[in-house]
């Protein structure tokens, strides 16, 4: 007889524990301590020299360390190495945990540094951490899911073999929720992965322990994965700075997914990484090894480097955003409000324009990207689940009873749905067709608004949008319930950059008084927000919109922006 699902996942917890070398564990701090990002350098298992590797927060800074030999690669994966354990054992982020294969790539390129004095690739020795999607070969990549441990991947992803032939060291995965359909991260293999400035809060996902992790310094730079905002929803809640690239930007072929075979919203993968110069690095180092030649979605589009100048920007001179203050559903709750407030002063201090900018058809597009996911009923969710019989879960509710089988909650059109995503409603082929259509007229309708702000602005269209990430800071587990604001970009498939602003001012960003609600989430955000001691310490990030295929100068703007912005809170 098989062994039990709990069997299985209590195994795999167990053998991840053992991975953790007896001399990097750490008394664990209080339950009751909240904030954790500072419980790294506070261990004693860092050097002087580790602090000063991990917490550099300088991609671009480290990558010449590394290429001119100052640092070794294999002092720099064993820095983050040993604080990304640190970090597992307070926020719990990681899955799998390769200490002898990372020190093994990292010393063979210390080991060509040295004979040739040339540095293998862009990324040499840069340590990568990568979300658990991203097979390496011999290894498992079980996605949270009992039915895919002890299941080695054949052979690397696509994104792992350009990375190592860019000289970057692969050395953790990071968690993600059951399905990967969740913005927050458990499954019943690893737990929950939790924001290391306030533990109670959400980290976000399905990218969420690629969040925690770069949060806590435990690693540079990370991979994640947007299907509906799963790299830039832990990108903003961590307070760092993330890329949702257009589609077949970047390789995805190799990886393990959710949804096989659904391409009318495909997801993409990008960075996440506590500097901006990460994003850049990321995406030029990828591109760097012709992707197109290994995956064959992948856009054949070489790094533009008069793009990321922005030519067609005024060079950043004096460029214009519309601010979209909110999506027309949901209302932000004040310290979104605030971070906007801020954005808008800041550029316009900086000598930028700034127009209003309300867009059209979120509701509909909401819409049709949830019956797009939705479409299979649920099938491929369920099929998974069947293989051990884990329970297929409902809701990232902390301590919630686990269904007892692994059938979708489906509900009538009128009465109120569960979860995430609503009901699950089959669709047929025509169906499908039918929304893909609708899909295409209304993202024709999108481009010609944005196009036609010429006459409002400085001459050119706007250069980009500036809005929010979603619609609160962190929130509580299991209350992350509206990405609607992400999950615009992905349907509509512009490149999309996270920059942070802020954090909860617990004494300026008080509730506001009651408005009449628009939708059943816009109650439910209003009445989570009851109280800026709730959200203590959040961080508070925006989102940087551009159109198709300009991720380039998406980073470039979102450069300008964030270092405007920070100056501005000085």
Same mark, same amino acid.
């Given at each position: 007889m098989p062994d039990d699902w709990r069997t299985i996942a209590a195994a795999k917890k167990a053998a991840q524990t053992a991975a953790i070398p007896k001399e990097w564990t750490i008394t664990p701090p209080p339950a009751d301590r909240l904030n954790v990002l500072g419980v790294p350098r506070e261990s004693g298992l860092l050097s002087e020299k580790e602090l000063e590797i991990t917490e550099l927060r300088d991609v671009d800074k480290l990558l010449v360390k590394l290429a001119k030999g100052e640092w070794t690669s294999v002092e720099v994966t064993t820095a983050f190495l040993k604080r990304a354990i640190i970090a597992q054992q307070v926020v719990n982020c990681l899955t799998e945990i390769f200490i002898d294969k990372a020190l093994a790539w990292a010393a063979s390129l210390d080991k060509l540094l040295q004979e040739t004095g040339k540095p293998v690739g862009p990324l040499h020795g840069l340590p990568i951490s @990568?979300?658990?999607?991203?097979?390496i070969e011999g290894m498992d990549c079980c996605m949270g899911y009992v039915s895919w441990v002890n299941k080695p991947c054949e052979k690397?992803?696509?994104?792992?073999?350009? @990375?190592?032939?860019?000289?970057?060291?692969?050395?953790?995965?990071?968690?993600?929720?059951?399905?990967?359909?969740?913005?927050?991260?458990?499954?019943?293999?690893?737990?929950?992965?939790?924001?290391?400035?306030?533990?109670?809060?959400?980290?976000?996902?399905? *990218?969420?322990?690629?969040?925690?992790?770069?949060?806590?310094?435990?690693?540079?730079?990370?991979?994640?994965?947007?299907?509906?905002?799963?790299?830039?929803?832990?990108?903003?809640?961590?307070? @760092?700075?993330?890329?949702?690239?257009?589609?077949?930007?970047?390789?995805?072929?190799?990886?393990?997914?959710?949804?096989?075979?659904?391409?009318?919203?495909?997801?993409?993968?990008?960075?996440?990484? *506590?500097?901006?110069?990460?994003?850049?690095?990321?995406?030029?180092?990828?591109?760097?090894?012709?992707?197109?030649?290994?995956?064959?979605?992948?856009?054949?589009?070489?790094?533009?480097?008069?793009?990321?100048?922005?030519?067609?920007?005024?060079?950043?001179?004096?460029?214009c955003f519309g601010i979209m203050w909110d999506d027309g559903i949901v209302l932000p709750t004040p310290p979104v409000k605030r971070a906007l407030g801020i954005a808008k002063a800041a550029l316009e201090a900086a000598g930028h324009e700034v127009i209003d900018w309300k867009g059209i058809h979120h509701e509909e597009l909401r819409d049709i990207i949830i019956a797009i996911f939705n479409g299979d009923g649920g099938d491929n969710f369920a099929d998974v689940c069947k293989i051990s019989g884990e329970p297929l879960l409902q809701t990232m509710v902390p301590d919630a009873p686990l269904p007892t089988d692994q059938s979708m909650v489906s509900k009538d059109a009128d009465e109120e749905p569960e979860g995430l995503f609503g009901s699950y409603k089959r669709l047929s082929a025509y169906e499908l067709w039918q929304l893909q259509w609708r899909k295409r007229a209304l993202q024709k309708d999108y481009l010609d608004l944005w196009v036609g702000?010429?006459?409002?602005?400085?001459?050119?269209?706007?250069?980009?949008?500036?809005?929010?990430?979603?619609?609160?800071?962190?929130?509580?587990?299991?209350?992350?319930?509206?990405?609607?604001?992400?999950?615009?970009?992905?349907?509509?498939?512009?490149?999309?950059?996270?920059?942070?602003?802020?954090?909860?001012?617990?004494?300026?960003?008080?509730?506001?008084?009651?408005?009449?609600?628009?939708?059943?989430?816009?109650? @439910?955000?209003?009445?989570?927000?009851?109280?800026?001691?709730?959200?203590?310490?959040?961080?508070?990030?925006?989102?940087?919109?551009?159109?198709?295929?300009?991720?380039?100068?998406?980073?470039?703007?979102?450069?300008?922006? *964030?270092?405007?912005?920070?100056?501005?809170?000085?």
């Open positions: @990568l979300k658990d999607q991203f097979c690397n992803a696509t994104l792992v073999d350009v @990375l190592l032939s860019a000289g970057a060291v692969p050395f953790v995965r990071t968690n993600v929720p059951q399905t990967l359909m969740w913005p927050e991260s458990f499954n019943v293999v690893f737990g929950r992965t939790v924001n290391p400035a306030n533990r109670t809060l959400t980290c976000g996902g399905s *990218s969420g322990g690629e969040g925690a992790l770069v949060a806590m310094d435990g690693s540079p730079l990370g991979v994640g994965t947007d299907i509906g905002g799963s790299v830039r929803i832990p990108a903003g809640l961590n307070g @760092l700075f993330g890329l949702r690239p257009s589609f077949n930007r970047f390789p995805y072929q190799g990886a393990v997914n959710s949804g096989y075979g659904q391409e009318s919203v495909p997801s993409v993968l990008g960075p996440i990484t *506590s500097s901006i110069s990460g994003l850049k690095a990321f995406a030029k180092g990828v591109l760097s090894q012709d992707p197109w030649l290994y995956d064959p979605l992948c856009v054949r589009k070489p790094w533009d480097e008069e793009s990321y100048l922005l030519k067609e920007h005024g060079e950043g001179k004096k460029m702000t010429k006459g409002k602005t400085t001459g050119r269209k706007i250069d980009g949008i500036i809005m929010p990430m979603a619609p609160y800071p962190a929130p509580p587990h299991g209350k992350n319930i509206y990405v609607g604001y992400t999950m615009l970009w992905n349907i509509l498939d512009n490149p999309t950059a996270i920059f942070p602003v802020t954090t909860v001012d617990q004494k300026v960003d008080v509730p506001v008084e009651k408005h009449e609600f628009r939708c059943k989430e816009d109650q @439910l955000v209003y009445e989570m927000y009851s109280s800026p001691e709730v959200f203590k310490d959040a961080p508070v990030s925006l989102q940087l919109v551009g159109m198709k295929l300009e991720e380039e100068a998406v980073i470039g703007m979102t450069e300008i922006v *964030s270092k405007i912005v920070a100056e501005h809170a000085k």
